[in-house]
């Protein structure tokens, strides 16, 4: 039974970094795209960034420039560089494996002067 559990999250200054890292287990990772998540208070859940098994990677376009999707087949990991981040961009964010419908339990990531 497949597994994500993500790490990472936390409170930064807007202007700041975060690394999101997810830890994948029990399905074979490499066969599958995987994506990050984020749900803000009172809005919807939206796809923030995805990456292919090949590594190709898509962007929402508020992220664009900023964020950096990147896998790791070997060790069965994604990550989520998240760089000048805004206070928009606080939000409880989730690893997901798409096609297995897989999901992780969610890290929060509040960015607050």
């Known amino acids: 039974q497949g597994q994500l559990v993500e790490s990472g999250g936390g409170l930064v200054q807007p202007g700041g970094s975060l690394r999101l890292s997810c830890a994948a287990s029990?399905?074979?990772?490499?066969?599958?795209?995987m994506s990050w998540f984020r749900q803000a208070p009172g809005k919807e859940r939206e796809l923030v960034a995805r990456v292919a098994p090949s590594g190709s990677t898509n962007y929402v376009d508020s992220v664009k420039g900023r964020f950096t999707i990147s896998r790791d087949n070997a060790k069965n990991t994604v990550a989520l560089q998240m760089n000048s981040l805004k206070p928009e961009d606080t939000a409880v964010y989730y690893c997901?494996?798409?096609?297995?419908?897989?999901w992780g339990q969610g890290t929060q990531v509040t960015v607050s002067s």
């Open positions: 997901v494996a798409p096609t297995p419908g897989i």
């Open positions: 029990g399905f074979t990772f490499s066969r599958y795209a």
